[in-house]
């Protein structure tokens, strides 16, 4: 008899990893926390991933999926309007910074990725700069897996087996200061040499070519990376120099991670668009959306003129239903005051693991943060490939969840644990997760 997983085809996993063992099936939430078939209780250091905001086990979501289904299950947003779509749209424009105005609705991030790509795209040839196509983004940043998100994807374990990509991507240094290739000792001077390899990039492709620049206000994939002080304002005139738009990828950074609802605000810059997705509905219901300025909007409200762009189940009632009862949570609850308050206290927390000799850098902000492991904190070795492997893989992995902390031991740059807690986390959580992290990282170094 085969086992119940030998149909299901999971993401991003190593299926043979269970070939000869059973695939740990979660079957319950409730606030911070998790449970396996077995009854075992995880807290979910992750949010899922980076999307449960608000916490699971919240009723009033599932009960607002149900009414919406029973009003109106499915209708599309081409070329027709439903209330919630409406509402909510109407709700997050509300939010946004500056004119970000004109919500146009996906079901995830690298959909709302690709949405703004192209939305960059046919606006330059609609304005008389049918040249601009090219995009912008930083060396191991994680923009989605869509062939065109894909491209502008800086990670080059996920690009190689489906390349040739799509033209036009463009690669510059991210903003990881713990091993800055230039101005180390100097946050400030560093984050000027970083913004400053977007506009010399522009040069050398040729400002006429270049569409957009795509940034997260903290960098994912390699273990939140923050922008030093003044980077993105320096970002944002360069982007105003060249004609550029500026997209801040928010799929991660919006709703409350950060402390505001977008990570834009957190760091006072005015984008042309975010794209965001995940906490939107809090991982309820599928949901992201690609927000764009007015001005963007102006060539497609011609006469005769469309953006030939759409997703079946963009906007999808249930999801838009589900994210407005999100919100209302969201006010209810203050949460992004209740983040600016407890962020401080969560990175002490993590800091205090500075006495291992394993954790080589923590950094992040809000309540995203990332762990970097190293061999040799005074020098700041990392580890090579067979050495991560084992680390990763053949220790930490299984027994941080083994040992209760559901989050992620990650190797797309150098080796780093991930944090993304429920929003509504307090001090109970952030030392539960210092403990499991101290209790496992001690027998991890003594490993290697």
């Not at 919500?103 to 949405?115: D, I």
């Not at 101005?183 to 006429?208: K, L, N």
């Not at 983040?339 to 309540?367: C, M, N, Q, W």
């Not at 990332?370 to 991560?388: H, P, Q, W, Y």
Request: glycine share 10%; with cysteine.
């Amino acid at each position: 008899m085969g086992k119940e997983t030998d149909h299901l085809w999971m993401h991003f996993t190593r299926m043979a990893a269970y070939r000869d063992g059973d695939v740990p099936t979660i079957v319950r939430g409730e606030g911070a926390y998790v449970w396996d078939s077995k009854g075992r209780r995880y807290l979910d250091g992750l949010a899922g991933l980076f999307t449960v905001n608000v916490g699971h086990g919240r009723s009033e979501l599932a009960e607002a999926a149900a009414k919406q289904a029973h009003e109106l299950a499915y209708f599309p947003l081409w070329s027709y309007a439903h209330p919630k779509a409406i509402e909510l749209a109407d709700r997050v424009a509300g939010l946004t910074p500056g004119d970000l105005n004109r919500v146009f609705f996906t079901t995830g991030g690298s959909e709302a990725v690709e949405s703004a790509w192209k939305l960059a795209r046919s606006y330059f040839k609609k304005v008389g700069q049918p040249l601009r196509h090219k995009v912008v983004s930083r060396y191991l940043a994680y923009h989605g897996t869509s062939l065109g998100a894909l491209s502008i994807t800086g990670v080059p374990a996920f690009r190689a087996e489906f390349e040739p990509l799509v033209p036009g991507g463009i690669k510059v240094p991210n903003t990881n200061f713990y091993r800055a290739p230039e101005h180390g000792d100097d946050y400030e001077a560093f984050g000027v040499w970083a913004a400053d390899e977007i506009a010399r990039a522009i040069e050398r492709e040729g400002p006429e070519t270049v569409a957009a620049v795509f940034l997260e206000p903290v960098q994912n994939a390699g273990g939140c990376f923050p922008a030093p002080p003044g980077y993105f304002q320096r970002v944002r005139e360069i982007c105003d120099r060249y004609g550029v738009l500026l997209v801040s990828d928010e799929v991660i950074c919006s709703w409350g991670r950060l402390g505001e609802y977008f990570g834009a605000q957190h760091y006072g810059y005015q984008p042309d668009i975010i794209t965001t997705a995940k906490g939107m509905t809090s991982g309820y219901s599928p949901l992201g959306a690609m927000i764009a300025s007015d001005r963007l909007i102006e060539p497609f409200l011609a006469d005769g003129q469309m953006f030939a762009h759409g997703i079946t189940f963009g906007g999808h009632p249930v999801s838009c239903a589900v994210g407005l009862a999100n919100l209302d949570i969201f006010e209810r609850e203050n949460l992004t005051a209740h983040v600016r308050e407890h962020a401080p206290a969560f990175r002490s927390t993590l800091e205090k693991l500075y006495d291992l000799p394993i954790v080589g850098d923590v950094r992040g902000e809000g309540y995203f943060y990332g762990i970097e492991l190293v061999k040799d904190r005074g020098t700041r070795e990392t580890f090579n490939a067979e050495e991560s492997e084992k680390l990763i893989r053949g220790f930490l992995s299984t027994a941080l969840f083994e040992a209760g902390l559901y989050c992620r031991a990650d190797d797309r740059g150098d080796p780093v644990i991930q944090l993304s807690p429920a929003l509504t986390c307090t001090q109970e959580q952030f030392d539960e997760i210092e403990q499991i992290l101290r209790d496992v990282l001690t027998r991890a170094s003594s490993l290697l």
